[in-house]
């Protein structure tokens, strides 16, 4: 898989690409992330992506071209999801992870500012949201659906069977976890963990699973 990432601050996804299980997936020649600066394709001398919105208003929206130019120099071979940063996309979940997790080549516009030039929207083929907030720029919301999605992808976790009993790929919430030591501070581990009995153990996390997601989120029992 490529993911592009178009961006303002190409520094910010050094850090977080560069570690853990989504610098393993690079390591492995599973996934390779591509920064681009799109301030690199301004038509301005000054190298301006962003004025003022016409009719008036707060805030600076980003220009058109910039964008259109970055977009034109990839040179992505076969079909490619274009995904627009925007509070007023798509929520984001475990579903839409596990369907771009069997992409070839996913891109990230990642604005700044007040908002996109509405002609931007033509080029993409989602506008996505992480949820019901504001942000001051897309490419922490882009992170974090790299991370959703990398982990999915076949061979990057070293157990295949782990990110299949996580919250939401079932439809609930996950059961608890316990390790050593047997007993902490005075709280116990179940004893049906302690058994064997893997047919019991199994039924145990269903129940635990089904009772956390009843408490907590009853909307997932609901869908």
């Given amino acids: 898989?490529?993911?592009?990432?178009?961006?303002?601050?190409?520094?910010?996804?050094?850090?977080?690409?560069?570690?853990?299980?989504?610098?393993?997936?690079?390591?492995?020649?599973?996934?390779?992330?591509?920064?681009?600066?799109?301030?690199?394709?301004?038509?301005?001398?000054?190298n301006k992506v962003d004025d003022y919105p016409y009719g008036g208003g707060a805030g600076m929206v980003l220009k058109p071209e910039p964008v259109f130019n970055a977009m034109e120099s990839l040179e992505i071979k076969g079909k490619k999801r274009v995904i627009l940063m925007c509070?007023?996309?798509?929520?984001?979940?475990?579903?839409?992870?596990?369907?771009l997790a069997e992409e070839d080549n996913i891109v990230f516009i990642n604005g700044h500012y007040e908002g996109y030039d509405e002609r931007i929207r033509t080029l993409v083929t989602d506008e996505v949201s992480i949820g019901d907030y504001?942000?001051?720029?897309?490419?922490?919301?882009?992170?974090?659906?790299?991370?959703?999605?990398?982990?999915?992808?076949?061979?990057?976790?070293?157990?295949?069977?782990?990110?299949?009993?996580?919250?939401?790929?079932?439809?609930?919430?996950?059961h608890p976890h316990y390790t050593r030591p047997r007993e902490y501070r005075g709280m116990t581990v179940p004893d049906v963990l302690l058994s064997g009995n893997h047919k019991l153990i199994d039924e145990w996390r269903h129940e635990q699973s089904l009772k956390r997601t009843r408490e907590r989120r009853p909307d997932l029992l609901d869908e």
């Fill in 1 to 46: 898989m490529n993911i592009y990432y178009l961006t303002l601050f190409p520094d910010m996804y050094e850090g977080i690409l560069g570690a853990s299980i989504l610098k393993r997936a690079e390591d492995k020649g599973i996934v390779n992330y591509h920064m681009i600066n799109f301030r690199d394709f301004s038509n301005d001398k000054h």
């Fill in 87 to 99: 509070p007023q996309g798509r929520p984001f979940d475990q579903k839409m992870a596990e369907e």
């Fill in 134 to 174: 504001v942000l001051t720029g897309g490419e922490l919301a882009s992170l974090t659906m790299t991370d959703a999605i990398v982990r999915l992808i076949p061979d990057v976790l070293s157990n295949e069977a782990s990110h299949q009993e996580d919250s939401f790929s079932t439809g609930m919430l996950e």
